[in-house]
């Protein structure tokens, strides 16, 4: 297993911006799926967004919570996954997790089961 590392967390006031990134693990046998989870106390574990990484197409798989004002990336070159979070409300005040899974089906969702994932980056938005 790998242990993930995000970064980008903090603290916005609604309306802002914040960027996540968290680094892609080698999975050299097989192509990848990689996700963004968050965790508010007391509420469940929601799956924000997935995206996959084949080696030929990507695409992308969003919760409706955060459908048009979240986007996740993939850049190649820094071999980084982001999470670009627009528009942030303080609903989305939660500590969100990367995570990702070699996938050899090429499925990738949020309700894809992750093998590895980082210990988590706090994001707080005040009204």
């Known amino acids: 297993q790998v242990q993930l590392v995000e970064s980008g967390g903090g603290s916005v006031q609604a309306g802002g911006s914040l960027r996540l990134s968290c680094e892609v693990p080698?999975?050299?046998?097989?192509?990848?799926?990689m996700g963004w989870f968050r965790q508010a106390p007391g509420k469940e574990r929601e799956g924000v967004a997935a995206i996959y990484l084949g080696r030929l197409a990507t695409y992308t798989d969003y919760s409706d919570s955060v459908k048009g004002r979240f986007t996740i990336s993939h850049d190649h070159g820094m071999n980084a996954v982001y999470l670009h979070m627009n528009n942030l409300k303080p609903e989305d005040t939660a500590m969100y997790y990367c995570a990702g899974t070699p996938t050899w089906t090429g499925r990738c969702r949020r309700d894809t089961t992750f093998r590895d994932w980082g210990e988590g980056t706090q994001v707080t938005v005040s009204s």
């Open positions: 080698e999975y050299t046998t097989s192509t990848t799926c």
